[in-house]
């Protein structure tokens, strides 16, 4: 593609007008179409690995010790927590053996109805913030076998632990749905039918078989020296002003601080919004305070994620990505450069002061990672 004439046509390139931000027409002009969202979901999405940066909210996040990450809506906690699943998938993180990530919207309703409809909603805040928390911790439990079951079925173990697990979830008409996904190396494609299921065998975690299973877990995990991860991502829907669903956030919570507290073999993170924050109830909030992260995006950071987007949806359209030049483009020198040969360096103000286009961009049009 043909570099446009900064010096000829500075003007036409860039227009900011605070505080509508940027007029994306005229980006338009000069570098050609750009890929629609529709376009966009096709070819390069917000979990390429390409196209994600090693913040060091992510580093901290990924550590064992940490449990909670909170961030507001578009700060990437949803990218963040699947670049850590395809790195344990992948066998690249040496803290984990297997993992999975659930939707914090598939049992947050699901939840919130069972107390509701069993005439549990006039006791105290307390008890039933350890309702929500007992629930939670099944479904978490739950979750960790179903990782290494679909660990399991991925690298062909057919062990006594894998076994034992597997007997455990064909006891349970429920889950039979999950284990012929398996069989045939694949995932269950309907998460709302997975859900009921999960819900349904969280009941029978106190049985002989439930037992057996859990020992052969803690025996994988033991003998690999690593942790299962369950990980359980940020809601969507929710209402912090309805107290119910606050209780049962909070207690989902809990459920990940003491699951963690029962030993190294399963090992729960959250995301959540930082929106929620405020409105929450930590049973025991010094315990959980360093095992908490929150997510800070620095002036570096978006510098270079936006010179990674530029040339993933500008320049290429979502498809065939120079991923030699994605890697340099994390160095927030060269993702500088990068971007002040496609836009002019300068721009003027309604008042007629010069700012340097990328600093007064980024402060003035407040842009989350997502947008």
């Not at 109805?113 to 479904?139: I, M, P, Q």
């Not at 065939?320 to 300068?346: C, K, M």
């Amino acid at each position: 593609m043909a570099e446009p004439d900064l010096v000829h046509h500075p003007a036409q390139w860039l227009t900011i007008r605070y505080p509508k931000g940027l007029e994306f027409d005229e980006i338009q002009t000069y570098v050609g179409p750009v890929a629609t969202e529709e376009e966009q979901a096709g070819a390069v999405g917000q979990r390429d690995p390409d196209l994600f940066l090693l913040t060091e909210s992510y580093l901290t996040f990924v550590q064992r010790s940490k449990l909670l990450a909170f961030g507001r809506r578009g700060t990437g906690k949803t990218a963040m927590v699947f670049q850590l699943l395809d790195e344990v998938r992948s066998g690249r993180h040496p803290d984990y053996l297997c993992g999975t990530v659930i939707s914090q919207d598939q049992y947050l309703q699901r939840l919130v109805t069972r107390v509701a409809e069993g005439g549990l909603t006039h006791y105290s805040d307390n008890v039933l913030l350890e309702r929500f928390a007992e629930e939670w911790r099944r479904v978490l439990k739950v979750h960790a076998l179903r990782a290494v079951l679909e660990w399991a079925a991925e690298h062909q173990v057919d062990n006594r632990a894998a076994g034992r697990i597997r007997l455990f979830f064909h006891g349970h008409r429920a889950m039979r749905p999950l284990l012929d996904a398996l069989n045939r190396r694949r995932r269950p494609a309907d998460p709302a039918h997975l859900a009921e299921a999960v819900m349904a065998v969280a009941r029978d975690l106190d049985s002989e078989a439930a037992c057996a299973a859990f020992d052969a877990l803690h025996e994988l995990a033991a003998d690999n020296d690593r942790s299962i991860l369950v990980m359980a991502d940020s809601p969507d829907n929710f209402s912090w002003t309805d107290p119910l669903t606050r209780l049962a956030l909070s207690g989902l919570i809990e459920a990940a601080r003491s699951l963690y507290a029962e030993g190294p073999e399963v090992v729960p993170k959250l995301t959540l919004p930082s929106e929620l924050y405020p409105h929450l109830i930590f049973m025991n909030p010094g315990k959980s305070a360093p095992q908490t992260v929150f997510l800070l995006w620095q002036y570096h950071h978006l510098l270079t994620l936006l010179a990674k987007r530029w040339h993933a949806y500008v320049e290429c359209g979502g498809r065939h990505l120079d991923t030699t030049l994605l890697a340099g483009l994390s160095d927030v020198n060269e993702a500088t450069r990068y971007l002040y040969e496609r836009i002019p360096g300068q721009l003027t103000t309604r008042h007629g002061v010069v700012f340097p286009v990328l600093p007064y961009t980024v402060r003035h049009t407040q842009k989350k990672p997502r947008q």
